[in-house]
Nanobody, 118 residues
Framework: QVQLVESGGGLVQPGGSLRLSCVAS????????MSWYRQAPGKERELVAR????????IYADSVKGRFTISRANAKNTVYLQMNSLKPEDTAVYYC???????????WGQGTQVTVSS
């Protein structure tokens, strides 16, 4: 089993920055692709960013490209989401997901609230 715990959310003013962390326990962290999703009130959950298990390649939603950066520290079993130039539209609960293609294993964290407001 893999357990994921997100942290780093909070209240920030527009234009500010936050860094989210997701710490994984169990499993082999380096073998999992890691993603950040978010879900705003009344909206469907959407992919924000993903980093692969092999090569560390990344993808981003168009809405956050150039502002957010996903990274991973395999030695610390941690994936990060650096969020800069935050906008009110970024307000959502942010979730961490671990995925392994072989066997289609998928695990989710409990989420952390990010609120961008003045």
């Amino acid at each position: 089993q893999v357990q994921l715990v997100e942290s780093g959310g909070g209240l920030v003013q527009p234009g500010g920055s936050l860094r989210l962390s997701c710490v994984a326990s169990g499993g082999t962290f380096s073998s999992y692709a890691m993603s950040w999703y978010r879900q705003a009130p009344g909206k469907e959950r959407e992919l924000v960013a993903r980093i692969t298990s092999v090569g560390g390649s990344t993808i981003y939603a168009d809405s956050v490209k150039g502002r957010f950066t996903i990274s991973r520290a395999n030695a610390k079993n941690t994936v990060y989401l650096q969020m800069n130039s935050l906008k009110p539209e970024d307000t959502a609960v942010y979730y961490c997901k671990a995925f392994k293609s072989v066997g289609a294993y998928e695990y989710w964290g409990q989420g952390t609230q990010v609120t961008v407001s003045s």
